[in-house]
C-alpha cells in the first residue's frame, strides 16, 4: 500500500512541480501540494492547519491554494486563501475536486494531481491574472509529511 513518501516516484514529484509552475505562469496565485499519511481529525480543519503552518495565509493578495491529501485516510481538499473566496462562489473548487477524485478512484494520484493543478491555475487566472512584477511567494515544490 503507498504512503505519503511513495505514492508519487521521482518522475511523477517532478511532472507535478512542473504542472505548478506551468499553472502560476497563468496568475499570480499560489499552488502547494501538501502529501501525508494519516488526516489528524476533520479533513477541513487539517487543511486549514497545513495551510497556516506552510504560510499559504501569508501572499500578498491572499490568494495562495492547497491542494490536501491524506493518502492512508483516503482524503482530500482543496483549500482557497480569503482573498480568492471573497470573489468566488462556494463551489469554486467542485468540478476540479470531482476531476481529481476521479483520478484518485482509479489509482492516478500523479494524473489527478496534475490535472487539478493545472485547473487551479486557469480558474485562478480570471481572478488573479498574473502580474509583471509577480514573484513566487511559495516553493513550488510538494510537501510531504510521513506521519
Not at 512541480?17 to 496565485?29: C, D, R
Not at 499519511?37 to 491572499?62: D, I, Q
Not at 490568494?63 to 480569503?82: P, Q, R, S
Amino acid at each position: 500500500m503507498s504512503n505519503a513518501i511513495t505514492i508519487l516516484n521521482r518522475e511523477e514529484d517532478h511532472r507535478i512541480v512542473k504542472a505548478i509552475k506551468l499553472a502560476e505562469k497563468n496568475t499570480s496565485g499560489e499552488i502547494k501540494v501538501h502529501i501525508e499519511n494519516y488526516c489528524k481529525g476533520n479533513v477541513e480543519e487539517r487543511s486549514l492547519f497545513v495551510f497556516n503552518r506552510l504560510k499559504l495565509n501569508k501572499t500578498k493578495l491572499r490568494n495562495g491554494v492547497l491542494i490536501y491529501l491524506a493518502v492512508k485516510d483516503h482524503k482530500f481538499a482543496i483549500l482557497g486563501d480569503e482573498g480568492i473566496n471573497k470573489v468566488v462562489g462556494n463551489g469554486f473548487w467542485n468540478d476540479v475536486k470531482d476531476l481529481m477524485q476521479s483520478r484518485f478512484k482509479e489509482n492516478r494520484f500523479a494524473d489527478g494531481l496534475e490535472e487539478g493543478i493545472m485547473r487551479c491555475g486557469e480558474k485562478l487566472k480570471n481572478f488573479f491574472p498574473y502580474q509583471s512584477d509577480d514573484t513566487n511567494e511559495i516553493p513550488d515544490n510538494i510537501s510531504y509529511e510521513n506521519n
